[in-house]
């Protein structure tokens, strides 16, 4: 089915450079964008977890004390105290 879509100069000379990269015609560069698009908004749309969310992230980090999440009320009392003691 035909149809006309008016682009700025700087995407029709991407379209062609993306054309001629991956020799396909422009239609084909197009068609093969929607596609993309339209796949990504499908997986856009499904309901995701917040742990599906930072998956990603967990575990990325590397280095600093193992023992951050010990005695953390011990160490909450102790700079709430220093800071009382500090005021005084």
């Not at 239609?27 to 499904?46: C, H, P, T, Y």
Request: proline content about 5%; cysteine-free.
């Amino acid at each position: 089915m035909p149809l006309s879509v008016r682009l700025d100069a700087s995407t029709e000379r991407l379209v062609e450079r993306l054309a001629r990269k991956r020799h396909q015609t422009k239609s084909e560069v197009v068609r093969d964008a929607i596609g993309m698009l339209a796949e990504q908004e499908k997986g856009s749309n499904e309901k995701r977890r917040p742990y599906e969310l930072i998956a990603h992230l967990i575990g990325s980090v590397r280095g600093g004390p193992p023992d951050l999440s010990l005695h953390t009320g011990e160490k909450f009392k102790q700079l709430l105290m220093g800071r009382r003691n500090k005021r005084r």
